[in-house]
Nanobody, 123 residues
């Protein structure tokens, strides 16, 4: 069992940066690939990024390539979503999730989810 708690959301102007954190409780954090998804009102949940259990491999969604990164610290059971050059279309609730599969952007492949944190980018 893994419990995930996101933090770091908020309001930022276009072009700015935000850093989301996801803290995991439970054992064997490094056995899980960690993913980030987002969901805007009226839209489906969208894959943003994922990192392998070791953190040596990362996959990014097309809409965030070159702007976002997702390092992890297995010693601290945390994963970060660093978001730069933010755009209004990045506005959404952001979720971290854990999966035994990598790489995968499929919602159904993720077993554990955080509660989400709101990110709002003003123009």
């Amino acid at each position: 069992q893994v419990q995930l708690v996101e933090s770091g959301g908020g309001l930022v102007q276009a072009g700015g940066s935000l850093r989301l954190s996801c803290a995991a409780s439970g054992r064997s954090f490094s056995m899980y690939a960690m993913g980030w998804f987002r969901q805007a009102p009226g839209k489906e949940r969208e894959f943003v990024a994922a990192t392998s259990g070791s953190g040596s491999s990362t996959v990014l969604g097309d809409s965030v390539k070159g702007r976002f990164s997702t390092p992890r610290d297995n010693a601290k059971n945390t994963v970060v979503l660093q978001m730069n050059s933010l755009k209004p279309e990045d506005t959404a609730v952001y979720y971290c999730a854990a999966s035994h599969d990598f790489p995968t952007g499929r919602v159904t492949n993720y077993n554990y989810w955080g509660q989400g944190t709101q990110v709002t980018v003003s123009s």
